[in-house]
């Protein structure tokens, strides 16, 4: 019985309490201002959000895209050190792959034609399985390129290099990695380390003989599986060297190495080219292909 009395009581101020609150307009007034003020807060907030998110996530997305290309490029140049020092050396290289993950991918395969002018010398080998270090970024909004667009980011201009991945500009060293939007819903995006070619060559004005060596630089693994999504040491051990491929011909016009990582040969890139010395009437041509393999592992 007293509990119910009490209830009464509290239900009756209540209906007093609101109807002296909406007989004084001021009150209701200053309710409708309140409640509007938090409105507009609100959608400033929405407004403010949808303006910065894909500005934040471009930039997120560049910062990523830059700390994983100073890594492609430390792991480089390691490799480059390593071939200086030899079979059997070992070096270490700190990587962090942030919000995505870095693997290793058997790669493409490379195709060489050597010939001269008239093509009376013809010959042609391929090496498989070049393998390439990937970085694999997934579920961020932001991108640098459309979809199913690739772009090369710019590398060190200090190698002379014949490129696999289609980035030659004469014999200037132009590309590193191989940025990749991959799919439009989740905006999966991938860069590559796309191992290559390197092209020497030198002429001997006395004896007639042009030498061309072909150096190709190969990366695999050391264990049956490779990946990692967080910080680690990334160890590369330089394998082994070997000559896959020698040739050797005479001519008496110019001569061509032409390069190619598409089935048919098409399209297909000119490495070298050798413009026969006038006074010269014939010469040798010395072809020597040398893989070197490095293995990565934890």
């Known amino acids: 019985m007293q509990l119910k009395q009490s209830g009464y009581k509290i239900l009756k101020l209540q209906r007093k309490f609101f109807r002296k609150l909406f007989k004084d307009k001021t009150a209701v007034s200053h309710v409708l201002a309140a409640v509007m003020m938090i409105f507009l807060f609100i959608s400033a907030i929405g407004v403010v959000f949808a303006w910065l998110y894909p500005t934040y996530n471009n930039f997120q997305t560049s910062n990523t895209i830059n700390s994983v290309t100073t890594y492609m490029l430390d792991i480089d140049e390691t490799i480059f050190n390593l071939f200086s020092e030899g079979t059997g050396s070992t070096k270490a290289v700190r990587t962090d792959p942030g919000f995505g993950r870095f693997d290793y991918e058997a ?171 006038l006074a010269v009437a014939n010469y040798d041509v010395n072809i020597e292909i040398v893989s070197s393999q490095f293995l990565f592992y934890l």
Not at 126 to 155: C, I, Q
Not at 184 to 196: A, F, G, S, T
Not at 251 to 265: E, H, R, Y
Request: no cysteine; charged share 15%.
């Open 107 to 277: 790669g493409k395969n490379i195709s060489f034609i050597f010939s001269n002018t008239a093509g009376s010398y013809n010959e042609s080998y391929t090496f498989t399985d070049l393998g390439k270090f990937s970085y694999l970024l997934e579920n961020r909004r932001g991108v640098l390129v459309a979809v199913g667009d690739h772009a090369y980011l710019k590398g060190p201009n200090s190698q002379t290099v014949f490129f696999v991945n289609g980035s030659t500009d004469g014999l200037t060293y132009q590309g590193l990695t191989n940025l990749t939007l991959m799919r439009p819903d989740d905006k999966v995006m991938k860069m590559e380390l796309d191992y290559r070619v390197k092209v020497y060559s030198w002429f001997d004005s006395v004896s007639n003989v042009l030498s061309i060596s072909i150096q190709i630089i190969q990366i695999d693994i050391k264990t049956t599986s490779f990946g990692y999504h967080s910080y680690q040491t990334l160890k590369i051990f330089y394998n082994q060297s070997s000559i896959v491929y020698s040739g050797s011909t005479n001519v008496d016009d110019d001569f061509f190495v032409f390069g190619s990582i598409a089935q048919g040969f098409n399209p297909s890139e000119r490495a070298f080219t050798f413009i026969k010395p």
